[in-house]
T-cell receptor, first 115, second 116 residues
Framework: AQKVTQAQTEISVVEKEDVTLDCVYE???????LFWYKQPPSGELVFLIR??????QNEISGRYSWNFQKSTSSFNFTITASQVVDSAVYFC????????????FGTGTRLTIIP | DVKVTQSSRYLVKRTGEKVFLECVQD?????MFWYRQDPGLGLRLIYF???????EKGDIPEGYSVSREKKERFSLILESASTNQTSMYLC???????????????FGQGTRLTVV
């Protein structure tokens, strides 16, 4: 069985600060995929990134960056120079090969950016 | 743009009622999913379908059933609504790229169901 842990339930930072959201996962599968989704107040989950288990390269997209470390089973997400529009609930998720694309989600981290 | 549309944003139903939540996607995706979102529990999979008329139970199927008669539509049915089914329900769809390639899922806006 798969498990995703997001230990941070809520985080508040002042605008322009950097913030890192933690994600730790568990799976016995050797081929798996990790995701981050953003859920703004409107409710619809928005896909941010996907990583497969064979690609440990960190990725940067504008103010967003992701650090994937298989050695610690972590897939952390950093927002640089945070903005009020970043306020949302962020979910980390995992799917496994031959898993019919089912996602196992963490419990989410509510991020509040204070103007 | 991929669109997943859920028929209602808000629903209020009475205990014991039979409730239908409808979801339609317009991208010809093979896979469709129903998740339930509760504070502190994240999203939990209720049922999913990987083809028309095919369905499998997720992690919390008790009290629910599903129907997929057409590829684009996936319905969640609460046979006899109870107060512990008050929750946010999210529908999602994803393609089947073959051999499980970690496809991105697209989500609807959710239906907030209150059972009184």
């Amino acid at each position: 069985a798969q498990k995703v842990t997001q230990a941070q339930t809520e985080i508040s930072v002042v605008e322009k600060e950097d913030v890192t959201l933690d994600c730790v996962y568990e799976t016995r599968d050797t081929t798996y995929y990790l995701f981050w989704y953003k859920q703004p107040p409107s409710g619809e989950l928005v896909f941010l990134i996907r990583r497969n288990s064979f690609d440990e390269q960190n990725e940067i997209s504008g103010r967003y960056s992701w650090n994937f470390q298989k050695s610690t089973s972590s897939f952390n997400f950093t927002i640089t120079a945070s903005q009020v529009v970043d306020s949302a609930v962020y979910f980390c998720a995992l799917s496994v090969h031959f898993g019919n694309e089912k996602l196992t989600f963490g419990t989410g981290t509510r991020l509040t950016i204070i103007p | 743009d991929v669109k997943v549309t859920q028929s209602s944003r808000y629903l209020v139903k009475r205990t014991g009622e039979k409730v239908f939540l409808e979801c339609v996607q317009d991208m010809d995706h093979e896979n469709m999913f129903w998740y339930r979102q509760d504070p502190g529990l994240g999203l939990r999979l209720i049922y999913f379908s990987y083809d028309v008329k095919m369905k499998e139970k997720g992690d919390i199927p008790e009290g629910y059933s599903v129907s997929r008669e057409k590829k684009e539509r996936f319905s969640l049915i609460l046979e006899s609504a109870s107060t512990n089914q008050t929750s946010m329900y999210l529908c999602a769809s994803s393609p089947n790229p073959g051999q499980g390639a970690g496809a991105e899922a697209f989500f609807g806006q959710g239906t907030r169901l209150t059972v009184v």
